[in-house]
């Protein structure tokens, strides 16, 4: 048989290498900033870019798709080489792939704390970027099947179908949840409304966890983990079962993040099932990796590349059964909208993504530099420091969420709630500050890995292409009884089409219900479309990121009702293009806001909180005070709704900036009878006048209900 | 005399039985609460919950007891052969028969308890605790067995003290079904990718059996919430709370005999209880109407002029309730501590505070009152 010979190409994993670190440390930066304004609100400087709402998706987008994001590529364009036998598909494609996502995440980064938003969690990106993300992610196809296709490996490694997976699911969740329609060049409305797009969100919220933070790192752990350890994988067939069984279910999962919303209850339902039959599944990653690790636990204690897997692996393992035990509804009760589910992403971040994304670096770069590390003693530090980091982050988050929650609910035995939401705030401060000193002391950590690293490089000599060989592929030979799987690990555009099945039957069975049959969403009469000027408020809502401390969903829950009002119904959010329910309370509901408060309070609050409720974290607004509102977006956005299915009146679209200007006159004298003077034409008086509508179409149809009863 | 598999066969199709049994058993129970009224309260019963809780959790430990009292059975079985002995056997029958008659009582328990106890949860209870004890007497079959079975393997195999690994370690091997790694070789697949190999395990069986349970469970929960409906949906839930915490609170303010409110609130003028009233209006209303109460975003408190009526039940009613921009108070404070803010807020009268706000509403005179009511009459809307 004739050898060939062969280069790998370690360019273009030194460059993915390079990114991975340096977003790490960028996100990190990003998240600790945000933690440290949790509680010193005055750390945002007062200007609208560093303020949480618009720094807190900067952190999240930052860390998932830069820094998680990097480090996949770099660990799928290293081991899909070596799994496959053959060099990458096209160099150009693969440099195509790097600076077109190093693009994304750089116009990401300056859009984001722009305040371009969709305000949809981790698809918060514009259309133009999403679009951007779905032809960079194609060439990243291209260049894996074509990679795949050229291979001297006739079957594939199971890294492999989990890579496949990936790359297709994503394909599908980012394309079905970026569904908008532009209004102007950076700004869009979602196509779906309400429950619809809330169900569509959490959808692609939950699967972005489960294929972008989860099955591509399981990939990459099955190839770098026995390579590291040098031992074989424990189980094939587990494999083989724990693979299917996960895409097939994480699909169904997504609506468990809107347990007691106003979701129908039978998709909630099934959120909580399949949440639960996903224990196992999950857990088959884990004891594949832990197992294959059998008699070299010695060489655990020494090796810090195999610490940082073990505690990533067992991190997973921990997130993966608490996600199931969140999803109970009594659990979810208590845990949704806290801290609690902050520290459990956190669980799954910073020690399966992170720890992972660490242990793949420690590994690659020595190698391909023809080196050793530079120092394991600072990478044990490193690794010491990081488990202290995540210990000291999570366990005050799981004491706030936990006790902030039980407060919520906590009534006085006359019937009143016995503590008003600010004082549940103040009394969490302190593990808020402990959380902030935790996710220091990782990002030292992760610091001490760039120095390490920064010095084994110097050391080292790169590598550019590493010299391999192979035979050509073989005909089949067929030799004794095989496992019936083999088959398909032969086809791998079989594989694709069957994952690609197999993940679209649980969005299929749960959106075209929820799309088509009208008793989920019962209709309310009373609720009225938007006037422009809310419209308009209701974008710099969206615009200043105030979902990501304020939901929109009261639950049916005794306290709740209480505290903020009757709980929501699916018919009032029929005109809410995107929905903002939220998923964290850091203040408090928000649903039935309208009409709570005069507007000269709204007023003096968005200027400056304290003023208004003494003690409170939330940060100043001030720039709405100044800021004009720009009227001349008013037709198109009024167009792109009707165009949506909202009832404006044939022809509104001309006259729409009339009645800006009517109701912004009207809320600029009540806020004059109260004495604040202002002229008519700032945000301000728009997001007044949102505020003051929020949640209040019901009572209106309460009011109708009973002069027809008279 | 029957071979090894046959027999190897009928345990585990006894085990099934049993296992079915207490599944039918499990989702027949939650039938009863659907029969009967108010049927959903009883779910949130915690007593309901730890037992059916305690059930599967038995339920699992069964399971894995008897997949390693087949593991020993079989090796006991394979070492039998060798010796061509005759004990193992009977024990293999004794086996066999202690877990028949063990499953024909769990099929019994259903149609031997009796429904006549009133009360929704009796019969629940009973059949529930019935389970249990047949869960418990099983497990107890098992752990017998098992001992027997172990028991018998010390005397015959000699092994030097020092070679035999800690109980756990082997506990741990067992329950996964590890293999040697000396006998990897046998497992290990005939390919490898860039130097990986893979063994080829057997699935840890309480993983496989996790797994079946968790979509057992899985399908139990639909049936219960979506066919049967014998477990609450969302709004459900909040109503049977909404009703029990209203009867506990009723019954507390009773029992404490409290029971002020608008109608029968008077003006409190004692000096405590302006000073608890003045302690609150420094808290909640200070934001609004300024602590000299002379007005800010909210009306004057100390002029003439009030706008939602300014005699003490319009006063207590607007607090209590809210009105337009005035948030309601009766969820933070009780109706004693609101009769309190009431005096304090009348006390403020003609206090004429420095930059206060114009005046607003009505004129309300005091000694008017008496005679005829300005009062707006209805505060809530």
Known sequence: ???????????????????????????????????????????????????????????????????????????????????????????????????????????????????????????????????????????????????????????????????????????????????????????SYSWYAGVQDALVQWWYGHNAVAFFLTTPILGLMYYFLPKAANRPVYSYRLSIIHFWALIFLYIWAGPHHLLYTSLPDWAQSLGTVFSLMLIFPSWGGMLNGLFTLRGVWDKVREEPILKFMVVAITCYGMATLEGPLLSLKNVNAIAHFSDWIIAHVHIGGLGWNGFMAFAIMYYLIPKMWGTTLYSKKLANNHFWLGTIGIILYAVPLYWAGFSQSLMWKTFTPEGQLKFQFLETVTNIIPMYVTRSVGGLVYLIGALLMVYNLYKTIVQGKFIPNEEAEAAPLQKLERHGKEHWHRWIERRPVTLLVASLIVVAIGGILEFVPAFLVKSNVPTIASVKPYTPLELQGRDIYVREGCYTCHSQMIRPFRDEVVRYGEYSKAGEFVYDHPFQWGSKRTGPDLARIGGKYSDSWHYNHMDDPASMSPGSVMPSYSWLLDNKLDTSSTPAKIRAMQKLGVPYPEGYDRKANTDVKAQSESIAASLKKDKIETPADREIIALIAYLQRVGKDIKQEKKNEQTALK | ??????????????????????????????????????????????????????????????????????????????????????????????????????????????????????GLSAFAFYSMMAVLFVELLIILALLINMKFLLQKDKETVFEPAFARP????????????????????????????????????????????????????????????????????????????????????????????????????????????????????????????????????????????????????????????????????????????????????????????????????????????????????????
């Open chain 2, 166 to 381: 800690p109980a756990i370690v082997a506990w741990w091997g067992r329950l996964n079904k590890f293999k040697p790694i000396e006998q990897e070789a046998a497992i290990e697949l005939d390919h490898e990718y860039d130097g990986i190999r893979e063994l080829d395990n057997r699935l840890p069986p309480w993983w496989l059996y996790g797994f079946y349970v968790t979509i057992i469970l899985s399908v139990v929960y639909l049936w219960r919430y979506h066919v049967a409906y014998s477990a609450p949906l969302s709004k459900e839930e909040f109503e049977i709370s909404m009703k029990e915490a209203d009867e506990k609170v009723k019954a507390y303010l009773e029992a404490k005999g409290e029971s002020v409110d608008e109608n029968t609130v008077t003006l409190l003028t004692d000096a405590g209880d302006l000073a608890a009233g003045k302690a609150i209006f420094n808290t909640a209303c200070v934001a609004c109407h300024k602590a000299d109460g002379g007005g800010l975003v909210g009306p004057n408190l100390t002029d003439e002029y009030w706008m939602h009526g300014g005699d003490v039940k319009n006063i207590f009613k607007t607090i209590k309730y809210g009105i337009n921009a005035m948030p309601q108070w009766q969820t933070s404070y009780s109706n004693k501590q609101i009769a309190q803010i009431t005096g304090y807020v009348k006390s403020l009268h003609g206090t004429n505070p420095p930059d206060a706000k114009a005046a607003e509403g009505e004129l309300y005179k005091e000694d008017a009152a008496a005679a005829g009511d300005t009062a707006v009459d209805s505060v809530k809307n």
């Open chain 1, 1 to 187: 048989m004739q050898m060939e010979k062969f280069y790998y190409d370690n360019k273009i994993v030194k460059a993915f290498g390079y990114a991975t670190v340096i977003f790490a440390v960028v996100g990190m930066l990003a998240g600790l900033w945000a933690a440290i304004q949790i509680y010193a609100p005055s750390t945002s400087l007062g200007l609208a870019p560093t303020t949480f709402g618009r720094i807190r998706p900067l952190h999240t987008n930052a860390i998932i798709f830069a820094f998680v994001g990097n480090s996949i590529f770099t660990g799928v364009y290293y081991s899909l080489q070596r799994l496959c036998k053959t060099r990458m598909f096209s160099d150009k494609l693969s440099w195509i792939h790097f600076w077109g996502w190093q693009l994304i995440i750089a116009s990401a980064a300056i859009t984001l704390l722009m305040g371009y938003t969709t305000g949809k969690e981790y698809a918060e990106l514009e259309w133009p970027i999403d679009i951007a993300i779905t032809l960079v992610w194609v060439v990243f196809g291209i260049n894996m099947f074509g990679t795949i296709l050229k291979r001297r490996e006739r079957h594939l490694y199971v890294a492999i179908w989990f890579y496949i997976a990936t790359w297709v699911t994503i394909a599908m969740l980012h394309i079905v949840n970026s569904f908008e329609i532009p209004v102007s060049f950076m700004k």
């Open chain 2, 1 to 118: 005399m029957l071979s090894a598999i046959t027999r190897k066969n009928r345990i585990s199709s006894r085990l099934k039985g049993v296992l079915m049994s207490i599944v039918l058993l499990t989702v027949t129970s939650s039938r009863v609460f659907a029969a009967e009224p108010p049927a959903p309260t009883s779910l949130n019963n915690p007593l309901a919950l730890t037992l059916v809780t305690l059930m599967i959790i038995l339920l699992i430990v069964i399971i894995m007891l008897g997949r390693l009292l087949l593991g020993l059975a079989e090796i006991k079985l394979q070492k039998e052969k060798e010796e061509k002995s005759n004990k193992g056997t009977t024990a293999a029958m004794l086996l066999v028969l202690l877990l028949s008659s063990v499953s024909a009582f769990a099929q019994d328990a259903v149609s031997e308890v009796p429904a006549t106890i009133g």
